[in-house]
């Protein structure tokens, strides 16, 4: 064997082993997590003693089709009105969403909205709303997140039991997720990334990403830390990171948050070049930053693999398309089937055995057909990598943060 077939071989091996240790552990998570939903018991969390007053953080850009709704919703928590603040940072919006925050802050008093300045992207609206924040629990919610009224008491008494964790995160659920094949493909992801990995890693004490939204932080992990990565296009894994590193601590809490889908495949572009260029931020940082916390071997070789995700995407892609090529070339029809096959697998490993289960297990053999259509979701993936780090390399000051459109919902 040949020194480039060795190094195939290598790349080969360890992508697998590294794409089987997520699968086995997203298995893991979702048995961990059947049991979910059940009825909320305050128990012995005590009011107002052991409530805290807690500032909700809701960033928005040209939002103006779901602003309304998420105050509407943050207003609706049942939880004492004179221990809850709700911030509206507004980000250089061009729509009519400064007006709306406006509007709302007049009507509902604990509402305030801070507004103006040039759009400088999600991080930077973080640190302008935390700055006017009073609360001891600081909750951040995205524009279209939606929850159920007793979400903040679940989070504070996940919280008031937990002492040691810093962060509760609630567990993202996907609405409208029977649009189209793109927005089913959305809600599996993130149902097995949230209930099956994150459930699991908080089960042993692994690496979590937090979600970006649903998530509460209390004031002393903020102050730690310092503020957002305001030049970070995903400023909730580099929070993450830095979190993990400092030896903090992230608890799942039992409770649920709706969020929107990508409903197009440009959206779905969009969103994945953010993603994917902070995932690239984020391992190159993670390279050359030293750990201040004490972690154990095992987190932090979690860790390393969590960061890596964006390299491993690549060494895949590359060994699937040359696989295609080379024994296209060279092997004739029935070695250019196995390596598509091997492509299914390659590609795809972690949600498609992920869909076939749950194909078998519901009796819902429809899913099948959504096998297909992750080639065209590995696809646009592939797309966004290669187009987001290009312009990392050759045109960093270039790449802003960019929102993903959302549809209006209540």
Not at 214 to 225: E, H, K, T, V
Request: with cysteine; proline share 4%; charged share 20%.
């Amino acid at each position: 064997m040949g020194v480039v077939e060795a190094a195939v071989l290598a790349l080969a091996v360890l992508f697998y082993a590294v794409t089987i240790y997520h699968v086995t552990l997203i298995f893991i998570g979702l048995r961990l997590t059947a049991d979910r939903g059940k009825p909320f018991d305050k128990g012995s969390l005590r009011n107002p003693v052991d409530l805290p007053k807690v500032s909700i953080l809701i960033p928005a850009k040209d939002e103006e089709v779901v602003i309304e709704g998420a105050i509407l919703c943050a207003n609706r928590l049942d939880y004492p009105k004179d221990l809850l603040e709700i911030i509206v940072v507004e980000d250089g919006s061009k729509d009519e969403t400064p007006t709306i925050g406006k509007r709302m802050a007049s009507l509902v008093p604990n509402v305030v909205c801070v507004s103006g300045g040039v759009s400088k992207g999600k991080p930077a609206a973080l640190n302008r709303a935390f700055a006017n924040a009073t609360g001891d629990l600081i909750a951040i919610f995205d524009s279209d997140t939606r929850y159920g009224p007793d979400l903040l008491l679940r989070a504070v008494k996940h919280l008031h039991d937990h002492p040691e964790i810093d962060v509760a995160q609630a567990f993202p659920q996907v609405m409208n997720a029977e649009t189209n094949v793109i927005t089913r493909i959305n809600y599996y992801e993130t149902r097995f990334w949230f209930q099956g990995l994150q459930s699991a890693k908080d089960r042993y004490g692994l690496f979590m990403h937090l979600a970006g939204t649903g998530m509460f932080i209390r004031r002393r992990a903020l102050q730690a830390l310092g503020p957002w990565d305001e030049s970070c296009l995903t400023e909730d894994l580099d929070y993450s990171l830095r979190l993990a590193r400092s030896g903090g601590k992230v608890g799942m809490v039992d409770a649920d948050i709706w969020i929107q889908p990508t409903y197009r495949a440009r959206h779905l572009v969009r969103q994945r070049q953010r993603w994917w260029g902070g995932a690239l931020q984020v391992f190159w940082k993670g390279l050359r930053g030293r750990r201040s916390g004490a972690t154990r071997l095992r987190q932090r070789i979690d860790t390393f693999i969590y960061i890596a995700s964006p390299i491993l995407f690549l060494i895949s892609s590359i060994l699937f398309l040359s696989s295609i090529v080379l024994y296209g070339l060279y092997g004739g029809a029935m070695a250019s089937l196995m390596a598509w096959i091997y492509g299914i697998i390659g590609t795809n490993l972690i949600l498609t055995p992920l869909i076939v289960g749950e194909a078998v297990t519901t009796r819902r053999k429809k899913l099948l057909w959504l096998i297909p259509g992750l080639y065209f979701y590995w696809f646009l993936q592939l797309a966004s990598f290669v187009s987001i780090a290009f312009r990392l390399v050759f045109w960093p000051k270039g790449v802003a943060w960019q929102r993903t459109p959302k549809m209006r919902v209540d």
